[in-house]
C-alpha cells in the first residue's frame, strides 16, 4: 500500500498544524506516508527524523499562476508524476476539485477528500472532522516533531541549564503581525532582572535590521541568533528551551510541537484558528478584544500590554 497526502497550504505553522492528522494516518496504515507539499512549507527540514514521513514531493504553486504545476499544462503535469510513483490512496486536505481530479487522472482509486468547493474553513477544525471520519477514530489536535535523542542531547550540552533559555519569535509573515521590536528589547530586559536568561532570536534573513537592533540594545550580550542556521539546526535547541514568546509564526507552532509552554501574541490572525489547538498555546490578545474577536484584520500590535505578556511569561517560567 503506497499513502499519499495532499497539503496544499503554505507556511511552517500550518504543516505543524495538520501533523496530527498525518500521523493518524500513517498509524492506521502502518506505513509510512508521501506528502504533496509547497516547499516554503520547510518539511524536508521539519521532518527530517520522523518515522511516519516517507517521499516527500514538492508541489510548484503560487499566487501569480507561474508555477510549474500551475495552469493546465501543470495540471497535467503534476498527474504524470504522481501516477509514476502508484499511489493506492490519497488523503487531500482542500475542497479543491483541482486535486481530486489529479488524483483520478493519476489513476489513484481511493481519494479521500473535504468536501468540494467548501468556502469556509478552520484549519483545524477541518482538519480533525476530515480525519476522524475518515479513520473512525478521535485524533488528538496536538502536533509533536520527531528529533533523534543524539541531536537533542548533543543541543544540550551547549545549553546552560542554570539560566532560564527562552526562544524569542519576533518574526512574523507581515508588519501587522509583528510586535515592535522596543516591546521585545524591553521585555528582554525585564525578564533578565527576574531571572538569568539567555534569549534565542528565532527569525531569519528577512528579519535582519529587526534582529540587529536586539544584538545592538542592552540585551544583545544575552542573545543568540538563529538567522545563520538551518531549520533542521534550531529544532534541538528549541526543545531544550524553556519557553516560547513570541509573535503567532511558524516558530511558535515549531515550539508548540517541541512540547515547549508558548506566550502567542495575536495582534492580526485568528486564535480560534491558530491558538487553540495546545494546551502549550498561552494566548495574548490586544486590548478590547477576545479571543473570539481576533481575526486577520484585528490590527492590533499596538494594543498588546508589554505588562501582560512579562507577567505570563513570569508565571508560566516560576
Not at 506528502?35 to 511516519?52: C, G, I, Q, W, Y
Not at 500551475?70 to 510513483?85: A, P, R, V, Y
Not at 495582534?267 to 495574548?284: E, L, Q, R, T
Amino acid at each position: 500500500m503506497k499513502v499519499l497526502v495532499i497539503q496544499p497550504k503554505i507556511g511552517m505553522g500550518d504543516m505543524i498544524i495538520y501533523l496530527p492528522y498525518i500521523h493518524a494516518i500513517s498509524k492506521k496504515y502502518k506505513v509510512e506516508v508521501s506528502l504533496l507539499v509547497k516547499d516554503n512549507s520547510r518539511a524536508s527540514s521539519l521532518l527530517t527524523d520522523d518515522e511516519h514521513i516517507g517521499e516527500i514531493i514538492s508541489l510548484y504553486r503560487n499566487n501569480n499562476n507561474l508555477g510549474l504545476h500551475d495552469g493546465i499544462k501543470g495540471f497535467f503535469k503534476l498527474s504524470n508524476e504522481i501516477k509514476k510513483k502508484k499511489f493506492t490512496k490519497v488523503f487531500i486536505f482542500t475542497s479543491s476539485l483541482r486535486y481530486n481530479l489529479i488524483a483520478k487522472l493519476a489513476g489513484i482509486k481511493e481519494i479521500h477528500q473535504y468536501p468540494l468547493f467548501r468556502k469556509k474553513d478552520n484549519i483545524v477544525l477541518s482538519a480533525k472532522v476530515f480525519t476522524e471520519s475518515e479513520l473512525n477514530q478521535i485524533i488528538s489536535t496536538q502536533p509533536k516533531l520527531y528529533l533523534k535523542k543524539r541531536s537533542v542531547d548533543l543541543a544540550k550540552e551547549k545549553i546552560d541549564t542554570n539560566q532560564k533559555n527562552i526562544c524569542l519569535g519576533f518574526s512574523a509573515s507581515g508588519p501587522t503581525k509583528r510586535w515592535d521590536v522596543n516591546n521585545y528589547i524591553t521585555l528582554c530586559e525585564k525578564l533578565n532582572e527576574k531571572f538569568l536568561c539567555k534569549f534565542f532570536l528565532a527569525g531569519g534573513k528577512a528579519d535582519k535590521e529587526i534582529e540587529d537592533k536586539i544584538l545592538n540594545s542592552k540585551i544583545g550580550s544575552k542573545c543568540f541568533s538563529f538567522t545563520n542556521l538551518k531549520i533542521e539546526d534550531t529544532l534541538p535547541i528549541i526543545k531544550n528551551c524553556n519557553l516560547y514568546i513570541g509573535n503567532d509564526s511558524g516558530f511558535l507552532h515549531i515550539s508548540v510541537a517541541l512540547g515547549l509552554e508558548c506566550v502567542a501574541l495575536f495582534m492580526d490572525s485568528p486564535v480560534m484558528a491558530y491558538g487553540k489547538y495546545s494546551k502549550n498555546i498561552h494566548v495574548v490578545v490586544p486590548e478590547g478584544e477576545t479571543e473570539e474577536s481576533t481575526t486577520h484584520d484585528t490590527l492590533g500590535k499596538n494594543k498588546i500590554l508589554l505588562e501582560g505578556v512579562f507577567n505570563k511569561a513570569i508565571k508560566l517560567l516560576s
